[in-house]
């Protein structure tokens, strides 16, 4: 920010740019994942962004930087609703939500690598005359580039065109899916999608999702700050943000096995949702001092707000039966939490440091809010459940 340099409202209103692009992206993304084939789109997406990343290095004020967050926003904003989709296309309903979670973990553990990154080539400050922070950007744009040429080479798209399946294998796959996922032979029809848009009950899926985006915006963005009021500066904040995302790893990982084991993943969703607002609401009522309960309960409320992410985009795969409507729904359950990150990106006030008491307290209210609605539309689907005729297809829990 200051090389630039930025203010800190120019700064929030590049993460802003991001996240509008992002969400406007995220539905036309999914469409057209189908009709270009997974391997394809994705690769271009990853290879858009890794050259938008490398990009930014050579950013100079902050119209420029905001350009560049904006095509970053719609190069990002494809790839994991487009991971999710693609996981509809290969796994059934109760095969799904252990595969998202590993998605998501991963980029959960690139934070926490991020941090790592950011730590060591804070070290590279000067080298070539370009600063530490340019660095960062070239490191992590030229991996995604490569990786998208491995994804177009490697990347299978549908069961039915796999070259490394037989022919019976083919057909096992189709059949074992048949009913319960999307195929290659699916359309996306205007009926479907006006079907979707029509359901009422995926909008209670969607504002739930609004409610894990301010916390997960928050955390991913000032985790530094955030640690900084700690008492840890500089370098030492961006390596003290490694434990929180490691932890989310974890919790990510383990809670998913456990509600796949159970098959109750409304029920983790809102217990991770719980544990996560009383780890913001503990560090809004900590005294300043406090600093190792403080970092404590930051890694708790990281832990429980990354965790109940794949739940709910599992649970809203699960009970949606159509390409259409998969493709449809994920894209628009991500799209709806770019509000919900809009305002992850303001609460973090640098006035309100070191504890930053408002943004832990509005975090705890919209996930305690986020937890109510998971459960009342868990109860709705039970009441459902006992209603329902011969022949139709229960909802899952």
Known sequence: MQTLPLSNSQFNIANVVCIISWSAFETPSNILLKKFRPSRWMAFLMLSWGAVTLAHAAVHDYKSLYALRFLLGAAEAGVFPGLVYFLTFWYKPSERLLRIAIIFATATAAGAFGGALAYGIGNLDGLSGLEGWRWLFILEGLPCCVCAVLVFLIMPDFPETAKWLSPEEKELAVKRLQGLASTKAAKVTWAEAKKTLRDWRLYFHYVSYICIAAPFASIALFSPSIVGGLGYEGLRAQLFTIPPYATAYLVTLCV??????????????????????????????????????????????????????????????????????????????????????????????????????????????????????????????????????????????
């Open 256 to 397: 998913a096995l456990s509600a796949e084991r159970y098959n109750a993943r409304s029920l983790h969703a809102s217990a991770c949702m719980l544990a996560g607002s009383l780890g913001f609401l503990i560090q809004a009522i900590l005294p300043p001092a406090s600093f190792k309960a403080r970092y404590a309960m930051l890694c708790l409320a990281a832990a429980g707000t990354f965790s109940s992410i794949p739940q709910l985009l599992a649970w809203l795969t699960i009970n949606l039966h159509s390409t259409a409507a998969i493709g449809l729904a994920v894209a628009l359950n991500i799209t709806f939490s770019g509000p919900g990150q809009v305002v992850g990106t303001w609460i973090y006030r640098q006035s309100d440091a070191p504890r930053y008491r408002s943004g832990h307290l509005i975090n705890f209210a919209v996930l305690l809010f986020g937890a109510v609605v998971v459960q009342g539309l868990r109860l709705y689907y039970v009441w459902k459940n006992k209603r329902l005729a011969a022949g139709q297809i229960p909802f899952l829990l």
